[in-house]
């Protein structure tokens, strides 16, 4: 009953030119009525390009790894997917960056039966010598695993073009950059001199200490470009509809 009285509203909305398509645009954005039309298998987008959506939201983050996604193929609910390029010298995990997709998935995606993900390379080993960095956690406490937890909203306007800006998300003091129409975002601390690096100068994609003056190619995952070959640490960041999330831990 509930489902072919939707399937009525829809073919009411065809029926009305272009101010249906405007109504049915504002109804597929609430979040209630898209559950609704997935339950009863009548929305109007595909699996395949809701899933394409989300891949499409998720690339500047693994572009920023020097990876990619490949969509393989959507079988009876169940997505198949290839991380491809090289992240070698990314201190994100393989899990983070499956935790990227998942969350872009959810958002575009929620029917998904199923998610398979080949091409997952474990973390590299950082170099001896090199000290981890500790973040402060929600809760004051000290939280240097790099572990990602929750998927919280930015809070503050996204910095312009070719600028960098400091945030605070979920406690995790984040340096904020726009490099080229993308957002990058990093823990705010250098890897060489443990000071601030939101404060530092930005000039195409490298970004410089302010304390150490160490140099940092922001879209090769904060790779220095000096002799130490230390690195930032990236913070998963996802834009979709305006709204910016980036993941912090716990």
Known sequence: MHGAGLAKIGEVLDEAGAAGEEAKRK???????????????????????????????????MDSHGGDV?????????????????????????????????EALERTAPDLVGLEVEGLVPEPPRPSGIPLPVVQGNGGSPNGNGGVSRWLPLGTAPPGEGTVTWAQVGGVEIALANVGGSLLAFRDRCAGCGGTVSTG??????????????????PRAGRSMDADRLLLEPVPLLEAGGDVTVAVGG
């Not at 000039?203 to 302010?210: E, F, M, N, S, W």
């Open 70 to 102: 490949e969509l393989l193929g959507v079988e009876d609910g169940v997505v198949r997917l290839r991380l491809t390029g090289s992240c070698d010298g990314c201190p994100a995990s393989a899990s983070t960056l499956e935790l990227a997709i998942e």
């Open 27 to 61: 109804l597929l954005d609430d979040g209630v009525v898209a559950s609704l039309l997935l339950i009863h298998d009548l929305y109007p987008v595909s699996l395949e390009e809701r899933v394409r959506e989300a891949l499409t939201e998720v690339r500047p983050y």
């Open 201 to 218: 100068e930005l000039k195409g994609g490298v970004l410089a200490c302010p304390s150490c003056e160490r140099r940092y190619y922001l």
